[in-house]
């Protein structure tokens, strides 16, 4: 009877509605925003050993910062929401960095010299733990917004800007940020094809995947959990493809659990298979394959465009008489006030930003002139079995290149099968 009354007091519990500072825990278990620190052992533990001098057990800082992470909310309707981490460090530190690079030259040079350097560290920090991380979008999204603030709150009220200008910068930024929308959604990744990969799929989706993880609800077949064994057809059918076309067994997915069409990719960073995949873009959060790459270099070039052009309005302002090229290396008078400086601070930083993304959208370019992905780059330089052009820049594996033309054909009907299909004839 205590046990009843004891489950039927928890299930009332849970049918009540959380206000605005309660949520969940990872443990199922109802919490509040204001016992962020209470009931953490492990927390305790370590500021123990601390003060007592002795070493640390193993794992016990990652499980305070899972903690943390999962602790870290902010109030909302229905119960508080959980905030990534990650998306922080760019909203604090930006500002910061460059208001302090704004107060002399010389503190302008270390920043904008160490800014690159961080944000590099960082990338081969998370790139080595294969982990996704909002930091990177979350940096560009709040750069594109903080140069529009600056822009707007310091070059537009010294009376040198149409208003014409600015109408055609913000469509510029409007338009951008379409592109990078479409860009985030569905890179192609890939469904079930074979008809046992179907029944396997199909198998696994009416279970909701809570026993053996086969599938996933949007369609994509996923790796067996440990200890469950695969479809006897399925292994059938992919020993039949290795025998049939001498190539082992690199068009079957041993992760994802499906046959790989040709320059399909595995990403181990989102853990799918992604039709001509190209690479896993850390600025996008996501794969750029089939379906998304024309959105990510439409995105790319209206950044360009719109990032160039607002650098040349803005070094117009501080910078009168003066060239864009002369004025952004002599400027003389500009860390003469705070609120000129801080726009020229903000000039260099959009500059630095501008021709890492340019570099990318060269390669891009590149690689689509000559009908290369970047994982196929890769993969060739790796094996040796690329030819290298252009000084190095890109490289030619000599397999899908059927000239500049029909390669650029090629690209452009990637989202109509139809018409790449003809193309593909034709070539």
Not at 152 to 164: A, I, M, T
Request: glycine residues 8%.
């Amino acid at each position: 009877m205590v046990k009843r009354a004891g489950k039927r007091a928890r299930a009332h519990e849970m049918e009540d509605p959380l206000c605005c500072c309660e949520y969940l825990d990872r443990k199922g278990q109802r919490s509040h925003l204001a016992a962020c620190f209470c009931e953490c052992e492990d927390l305790d533990e370590c500021c123990e050993r601390w003060m007592t001098c002795k070493s640390l057990p193993p794992g016990i800082l990652e499980r305070i910062a899972d903690t943390f992470r999962d602790r870290f909310r902010f109030p909302w309707i229905k119960g508080a929401v959980k905030i990534d981490i990650s998306l922080l460090p760019p909203v604090i530190l930006l500002p910061f960095f460059l208001h302090i690079a704004a107060l002399h030259f010389l503190l302008a040079l270390i920043i904008l010299i160490l800014l690159p350097i961080l944000v590099l560290w960082y990338y081969y920090l998370t790139h080595r733990k294969k982990g996704q991380t909002l930091f990177f979008l979350s940096l560009g999204l709040f750069s594109l917004g903080y140069m529009y603030y600056v822009f707007l709150q310091e070059v537009v009220p010294q009376g040198h800007v149409e208003y014409s200008q600015v109408a055609l910068l913000t469509c510029g930024l409007i338009l951008m940020l379409v592109a990078l929308h479409r860009a985030k959604e569905d890179p192609g990744y890939l469904l079930c094809q074979t008809s046992s990969d179907k029944a396997l799929c199909q198998g696994s989706r009416s279970n909701k995947f809570s026993n053996n993880g086969l599938g996933s609800p949007s369609g994509l077949c996923k790796a067996p959990a440990s200890g469950v064994a695969v479809d006897s057809n399925t292994e059938s059918h992919s020993r039949t493809l290795e025998a049939a076309t001498g190539q082992g067994t690199e068009d079957w997915c041993t992760k994802c659990q499906l046959l790989k069409p040709a320059r399909a990719g595995h990403c181990r960073i989102c853990g799918r298979c992604v039709k001509r995949l190209d690479h896993h873009c850390i600025w996008i959060n996501n794969c750029v394959g089939e379906q998304n790459h024309q959105a990510f270099i439409l995105a790319l070039f209206l950044f360009l465009l719109t990032s160039v052009y607002g650098i040349s309005l803005t070094l117009d302002t501080i910078c009168r008489g003066k060239t864009t090229l002369s004025a952004l290396f002599y400027c003389p008078g500009v860390y003469g006030e705070y609120s000129s400086a801080l726009t020229f601070t903000c000039v260099w930083y959009c500059v630095i930003v501008t021709s890492g993304m340019g570099y990318i959208l060269l390669l891009q370019l590149l690689n689509i002139s000559y009908n290369v992905t970047e994982r196929e780059a890769r993969i060739a330089l790796r094996e040796n079995t690329g030819r290298r052009l252009l000084w190095g820049i890109v490289v030619d594996i000599g397999q899908y290149n059927q000239g500049f033309l029909y390669n650029w054909i090629q690209f452009l009907t990637l989202r109509s099968p139809d018409l790449q299909q003809s193309t593909e004839d034709v070539v």
